[in-house]
C-alpha cells in the first residue's frame, strides 16, 4: 500500500534561518506531489505541485521553493524564513489517472520566532 | 475561478442524529467532488468521491449527493457519533486537472 512520509512534525526556526521539509512517498511510482500551507481557520493555500522529476510549479509568489530530485521526493526550502511563513504545512500525493482522490502527510507545525 | 463555499459556523448535533454538511460552488461544473475529513493536528483524509454524472454516493454511514443543478454537494454522516466531531472538507475537480480547489471546511461538533 501507498504511504506518504512527511517530517519534521514540528519546527520553530528564527526569522531569517533557512527551511528545509521532507516528503517522500512509498508504494507508487510517479506520483503528483503537492506542497500547502494551512493557517488556522483557513483552507488549503496551494504553494507548489509537480507532475515528475524535476517539474515544479509554483501557485503562490514567495520567499518559498520546492525540488523533487527524485521521483517520490518533494522538498520545500526557504533561504530565509519570515514571521509570515508560520503555519502548517501539508505534503500531498496524488496518482496521474484522473478522478484520483490526494492523499496527505500528517504536515509540519512551523513556527517563526 | 471556481470558489467553494462551505458553512464556516461548526455543526452541533446531538449524537445519534444526521449530520448534513453543505459544499456550494460557482461556475462552472466540476467532473469530481471529493470529501476528506481533518482531524486537529493532521493532514485531511480522502472519504468519497462522486463525478458528475452520479446523483449519490455511500460508504458506510456516509452519503454523498450532488446536485449540478443546483451547484450543491450534501454530505450526511447518519447515526453520527462523538468520534465523527472533525472538519470536513470538499474539493472540486474539473477532470484533466492536476490541482483540485478545496473549500475551507466545516468544523462538525456531535455531542454525545
Known amino acids: 500500500s501507498q504511504t506518504i512520509h512527511q517530517w519534521p512534525a514540528t519546527l520553530v526556526q528564527p526569522v531569517g534561518s533557512p527551511l528545509s521539509l521532507e516528503c517522500t512517498v512509498e508504494?507508487?511510482?510517479?506520483?503528483?506531489l503537492y506542497w500547502y500551507r494551512q493557517a488556522a481557520g483557513r483552507g488549503l493555500q496551494l504553494l507548489f505541485y509537480s507532475v515528475g522529476i524535476g517539474q515544479i510549479s509554483s501557485e503562490v509568489p514567495q520567499n518559498l521553493s520546492a525540488s523533487r530530485p527524485q521521483d517520490r521526493q518533494f522538498i520545500l526550502s526557504s533561504k530565509k524564513l519570515l514571521l509570515s511563513d508560520s503555519g502548517f504545512y501539508l505534503c500531498a500525493w496524488r496518482g496521474q489517472a484522473s478522478n484520483q482522490p490526494q492523499h496527505f502527510g500528517d504536515g509540519t507545525r512551523l513556527s517563526i520566532l | 475561478s471556481q470558489k467553494i463555499e462551505q458553512n464556516s459556523e461548526a455543526l452541533n448535533i446531538q449524537e445519534g442524529k444526521t449530520a448534513t454538511l453543505t459544499c456550494n460552488y460557482t461556475n462552472y461544473s466540476p467532473a469530481y467532488l471529493q470529501w476528506y475529513r481533518q482531524d486537529p493536528g493532521r493532514g485531511p483524509v480522502f472519504l468519497l468521491l462522486i463525478r458528475e454524472n452520479e446523483k449519490e454516493k455511500r460508504k458506510e454511514r456516509l452519503k454523498v449527493t450532488f446536485d449540478t443543478t443546483l451547484k450543491q454537494s450534501l454530505f450526511h454522516i447518519t447515526a453520527s457519533q462523538p468520534a465523527d466531531s472533525a472538519t470536513y472538507l470538499c474539493a472540486l475537480d474539473i477532470g484533466g486537472s492536476y490541482i483540485p480547489t478545496f473549500g475551507r471546511g466545516t468544523s462538525l461538533i456531535v455531542h454525545p
Open positions: 508504494g507508487t511510482s510517479n506520483p503528483n
